[in-house]
């Protein structure tokens, strides 16, 4: 038998409501919006006389606020700065300087973000799930790989096996304006091998479920306990992703996969570094030191994230032409200043999934998780 613990409070991250709005039903959420087909996605709000699309809303809170929580998590926290001071004041310019000098390097590192994607995404919630386990009292070092493979396969199977590989593949045709013009021809190779693909991935994740759960019980049987809020998440980050990964069309997957992960982004960005921002900008002894943590943290996040709104529509709009059969070079967008926006918002994304990674381990040597 699986031996699942109960929905205490201390076994909450910042507590029910947060968690469960922020983290366990923000799949959900991004279910509901995939559901309503975009109907309003293409309409306008009028706030305080000021015409907004809400399209470019959209995309400043799927891709700008979360990205851009990067500088929350690691340029304002003092501790991350000092340790990784290489990674992160030294290469982002340097990416910077090859994509504006290289064109090959602005389109592979363009292409290398949309699969760097898919696997930070899926590394995120295993993390979450990792950390609700170790809050209930397991060995953060017991069941580590075994949630690592299910969260991949959860997260990328219905991507790589579902009805949108093919058009995710076409940012490959990008590389025919750069040195190996050959992975152009992914797409069409793809394409006709796709359903014995999709159905091998399939039939190796089925068998790897079957694997897990024996593992698990052995784990169980040892005294392991399964978080219940563990389960829930894996329950409604399973439910959206197989849902858009061969129901939804390619926007509303798209966009429905990146909600749910932009809400534990920020949701995490806050919880793990309020308290050490506060600490760092002597804020701690205010009266309400969290609502001027929450103040910085919206304004860090928002400054940075200005540019991505251009660079998101002309993203969008390029892809858009290349999945509908168009021939677009994205170097003729390296240049100017749009090019130079690209570019930032490149880097930014590319930190964001690069920096989780060892900010993580930072805190995996200092911290438990069971206090925070």
């Not at 997957?253 to 960005?269: C, V, W």
């Not at 760092?280 to 540019?307: C, E, R, V, Y």
């Not at 709104?309 to 002309?314: K, P």
Request: include cysteine; charged fraction near 15%; charge should be neutral.
């Amino acid at each position: 038998m699986l031996g699942i613990g109960k929905l205490e409070n201390q076994n909450y991250l910042l507590g029910a409501k947060s968690d469960w709005f922020f983290i366990l039903l923000a799949p959900v959420f991004s279910l509901a919006f995939v559901l309503t087909h975009l109907s309003y996605a293409n309409k306008d709000l009028n706030f305080i006389g000021i015409t907004v699309p809400v399209m470019a809303i959209i995309y400043f809170f799927v891709q700008g606020f979360a990205d851009s929580t990067t500088v929350f998590r690691a340029y304002l926290n003092p501790t991350v700065f000092k340790t990784f001071w290489f990674r992160l004041g030294v290469v982002p310019p340097i990416l910077i300087l090859f994509c504006t000098i290289s064109d090959t390097f602005f389109i592979f590192l363009f292409i290398f973000e949309v699969f760097y994607d898919i696997w930070h995404s899926s590394l995120q919630t295993w993390g979450i799930g990792r950390i609700y386990d170790v809050k209930i009292g397991n060995d953060p070092n017991k069941g580590r790989s075994e949630d690592r493979i299910l969260n991949l396969i959860i997260y990328a199977l219905p991507i790589l096996a579902g009805i949108h590989l093919g058009t995710i593949l076409k940012v490959l045709e990008l590389s025919q304006f750069t040195a190996l013009p050959w992975l152009a021809n992914v797409p069409a190779v793809y394409f006709d091998i796709a359903e014995a693909f999709s159905a091998t991935l399939i039939v190796l994740s089925l068998a790897y479920l079957i694997y897990y759960v024996y593992r698990y019980r052995k784990l169980c049987s040892e005294g392991y306990i399964i978080s219940p809020q563990k389960l829930v998440m894996l329950f409604t980050v399973a439910l959206l992703c197989f849902y858009c990964g061969w129901f939804a069309s390619f926007a509303a997957f798209y966009l429905g996969i990146n909600i749910f992960h932009s809400l534990h982004t920020i949701f995490i960005a806050w919880w793990s570094e309020r308290k050490t921002v506060l600490k760092s900008l002597k804020l701690d002894k205010l009266k309400n030191p969290h609502i001027m943590s929450l103040f910085i943290f919206i304004l860090a996040i928002i400054i940075t994230g200005q540019g991505e709104i251009v660079a998101d529509y002309y993203e969008e709009n390029l892809y858009e032409g290349m999945t509908m059969g168009g021939n677009f070079n994205l170097i003729e967008y390296n240049s100017g200043v749009i090019g130079w926006v690209l570019r930032l918002r490149l880097v930014i994304t590319f930190m964001h999934y690069w920096s989780d990674s060892f900010i993580w381990s930072l805190r995996k040597k200092t911290h438990t998780f069971q206090n925070e």
